[in-house]
């Protein structure tokens, strides 16, 4: 049976990160992941990061991705592609399909860090082609260059829906109207600054009635709500829209975690029910860590440091690093966690982060 | 506090078939449920209703009466239960299997099963997905489907329709006694006076026993089930292997491979939407619901062997019930001497679904007329019928808490 020291499943950020961290320390890794290439969400991400130097401030995501991978090829690490992971089983076995065929790897130690997935929104002619996550139409424009569709209507002006609808038009589509049901904007000020100065107007305090069309979009039906979150009759706005995009949040992708028996506590701000972790990034079973958005949704950089976390707590628990070394490694990235973790909009995280951690000093 | 005749505990299929039961003849009836209707086992195995793979014996005789009662039940219940006579099938592959069902099939004719052996080409006519290198197959036209889920919510929305009270989430935390009579039970939603008390709690049945003293020999057997994609019809009716028969009544006949330790028989099925559930093993390990890689490759491997076509299909799930076994495969049903107004309906193993109707109505009976017009030994299914201190053993023989793993 194939053999390794730590199984990373998942080749997004927080994984690479991760399987660099435990590589560099001397173990041997093997990252598993579904897709046809490494990188996760990070080759679709053609701006440039927030925050400071140590988080790649100024570097466009699909760089980093490329960095990464650099590493993890120079470092020797295994990834294994096409290989999805169905099932965590009796002593750290996990189970994946590659070419159609089943296969098994025996890992002294697991790293999940499977990401995590668009939350979906319910309204009539939600399921007509044409209506799809705005972070699929991302992928279409900047991994595989398609354009979903040349008059877009963006619901949601968290981040992802204020730089996709950029992208958008970047990419030639013409974005009609970004949607917003709550009284303000969710994402940074200055993104949504951009796509107004590029003339898309942002309606607050307004959702989907109705999305027309026979086989695919051909119109959407606009509505006010009010403070109640009611839909006002008699403010329908109808745009002629041919693609409806919905950047409503992303939920953790737990399922193996589930399967595996991990414990969990629901911290709505991280997306819902999310496996307890600890400091080490350790769950309530032992050799089984996590990282990235499946602990909870934040962004990539801290994706990254949670990956690098584990991989150091991994490195240590295998004996690659003596208790000082894992230490000082340690506390340097418990350090730029906290920074990311503040300001306006990561302070939120941050306590959340420390509820997630409290439930698991109250287990033990 | 709330007044109640009868509380009855654990809202699996038994336990919503008593409660209906009792309802429909006018008893006032609480059902206590700590989580979900069907959250168990119930809501964790197949959907056959198979006569052919009872013990010929009481054990059929009860399955007999309660097969009788399902059409009634599909034509009363508001809820569709998908049940349906397409008849089922047990396949044998070897020349000593062969020998083995003609003697059961022969003592199950005697009973009333209506059961015949075929040769391997009418059973290949009957179910084309066969392997070619099979010997032959059992066929009972008796033998019927039913949607293990809905019967349960069947069974518990016609018990609310008939004037039941239904506490869900809701734990039983002791049960009170005076003079040796029950007088009331204790929740973490208050406490529910009553003279009466039926344990319908399955694997879980030994926990509510010990709260009045009483030693309960049911341990949990775990069956591991797969799920695969819809596909088009493929199975007809229930397959099962002569194996699973072997697995079932006769462990030790196995061997002592791992597939034996395992305990693996075939059991085949598909649903309604196209779904085929492929069982399963018979382990003893305790209270895990876990379910194993090794299990499942060993079950998918024998499952391919009878039913080639099963290759080409992908699997989409897979997860594990626990059947509440019990030293001599009968349920433990009826009035317990020790204490009055304390009623056992667990038990049943993995014949839970096509016992369920008979169960409700014997408790009914008993519990309201003291005795049953049916013609069913009461005396062969209480619990009195085990020694006490046999009980200890039994558990420690059958890895009653996991410990083995």
């Given at each position: 049976m194939k053999t390794t020291d730590i199984a990373v499943i998942g080749a997004g950020p927080a994984g690479l990160s991760c399987a660099v961290e435990a590589a560099r320390a001397g173990a041997q890794v093997t990252v598993l992941d579904e897709n046809l290439k490494p990188g996760g969400q990070l080759f679709k991400q053609i701006h440039k990061f927030f925050g400071s130097r140590e988080h790649k401030a100024g570097i466009r995501g699909f760089r980093i991705g490329q960095q990464l991978l650099e590493e993890t090829e120079k470092l020797g690490v295994e990834v294994l592609l096409d290989a999805a992971v169905y099932g965590i089983y009796e002593d750290r076995l996990i189970a994946y399909i590659t070419d159609g065929k089943d296969h098994t790897i025996k890992a002294k130690k697991i790293v999940m860090a499977t990401g995590a997935s668009e939350n979906a929104l319910a309204f009539p002619g939600c399921t007509l082609p044409g209506v799809m996550g705005a972070g699929a139409a991302q992928t279409m424009i900047?991994?595989?260059?398609?354009?979903?569709?040349?008059k877009i209507i963006m619901v949601g002006s968290g981040n992802v829906g204020l730089i996709v609808s950029y992208q958008l038009m970047q990419a030639g589509a013409d974005v009609l109207a970004l949607i917003e049901a709550a009284p303000k904007i969710g994402g940074y000020g200055v993104h949504a600054a951009k796509i107004r100065r590029a003339g898309v107007q942002i309606y607050t305090s307004t959702t989907i009635k109705e999305v027309l069309g026979e086989e695919k979009v051909e119109g959407v039906i606009a509505v006010n709500l009010d403070e109640k979150w009611q839909q006002v009759t008699g403010t329908e706005k109808h745009f002629n829209a041919d693609t409806v995009c919905l950047a409503v949040g992303l939920s953790p992708l737990t399922e193996l975690a589930w399967m595996a028996g991990c414990e969990f506590t629901f911290i709505p701000s991280l997306g819902g029910h999310v496996p307890i972790h600890d400091r080490n990034m350790e769950t309530t079973l032992k050799g089984i860590y996590i990282a990235g958005d499946i602990t909870g949704v934040e962004e990539a950089s801290s994706a990254m440091e949670e990956g690098r976390l584990a991989g150091v707590a991994c490195a240590e628990s295998l004996e690659y690093y003596d208790e000082n070394k894992a230490l000082e490694l340690k506390n340097q990235i418990w350090d730029r966690l906290d920074a990311l973790r503040t300001g306006p909009f990561g302070e939120g995280r941050f306590t959340a982060k420390l509820k997630q951690l409290d439930a698991r000093r109250q287990l033990a | 506090m709330q007044s109640t005749d009868v509380v009855v505990i654990g809202g699996g299929v038994i336990g919503c078939s008593v409660a209906y039961h009792l309802a429909r003849r006018g008893v006032s009836v609480t059902l206590v449920e700590k989580s979900d209707i069907a959250s168990g086992t119930s809501g964790a195995c197949d959907k056959a209703v198979l006569l052919q793979s009872k013990n010929p014996g009481l054990h059929l005789k009860m399955a007999l009466e309660s097969v009788k009662l399902f059409p009634g039940l599909q034509e009363e219940l508001d809820v569709d239960i998908e049940f349906k006579k397409d008849g089922g099938m047990i396949v044998i592959y070897t020349e000593e299997q062969w020998k083995i069902m003609e003697q059961f099939v022969e003592r199950q004719n005697k009973l009333g099963l209506a059961v015949q052996l075929l040769g391997k080409d009418e059973a290949r006519r009957r179910q084309p997905a066969f392997a070619e290198n099979i010997v032959g197959s059992t066929y009972s036209p008796m033998d019927g489907e039913v949607n293990p889920i809905y019967l349960a919510l069947g069974f518990f929305r016609g018990a609310k329709k008939y004037g039941a009270k239904t506490m869900l989430g809701t734990e039983v935390r002791g049960i009170k006694l005076e003079k040796g009579r029950v007088c009331s039970v204790i929740t973490d939603r208050g406490n529910i006076n009553t003279n009466n008390v039926v344990n319908a709690c399955g694997v879980y049945a030994p926990f509510i026993g010990a709260m009045v003293g009483l030693d309960i020999p049911i341990i949990p057997r775990r069956g591991q089930i797969i799920v695969t994609e819809p596909v088009a019809p493929l199975i007809h009716g229930d397959v099962n292997c002569a194996r699973y028969i072997t697995a079932k009544f006769r462990p030790e006949l196995l061997g002592n491979d791992e597939s034996a330790r395992l305990g693996v028989g075939l059991s085949l099925g598909q649903t309604e939407n196209g779904n085929l559930l492929i069982g399963g093993t018979r382990e003893f390990v305790g209270y895990s619901k876990s379910t194993t890689h090794r299990a499942l490759r060993a079950v998918l491997k024998h499952a391919v062997k009878l039913v080639?076509?099963?290759?080409g299909i992908n699997v989409i799930r897979s997860f594990a019930g626990l059947r509440p076994y019990t030293p001599d495969g009968l349920p433990i049903l009826g009035r317990v001497t020790r204490i009055k107004g304390f009623y056992m309906a667990a038990g049943h193993e993995g014949d839970g679904i096509a016992l369920s109707a008979i169960t409700g109505k014997l408790l009914c009976d008993v519990i309201t007329y003291g005795t049953t017009s049916l013609d069913i030994d009461m005396n062969k299914l209480s619990l009195e019928r085990f020694k006490e201190e046999d009980i200890d053993v039994f558990r420690k023989s059958h890895n009653c808490y996991g410990d083995a793993v």
């Open positions: 900047n991994v595989n260059r398609v354009l979903p569709g040349q | 080639p076509a099963l290759k």
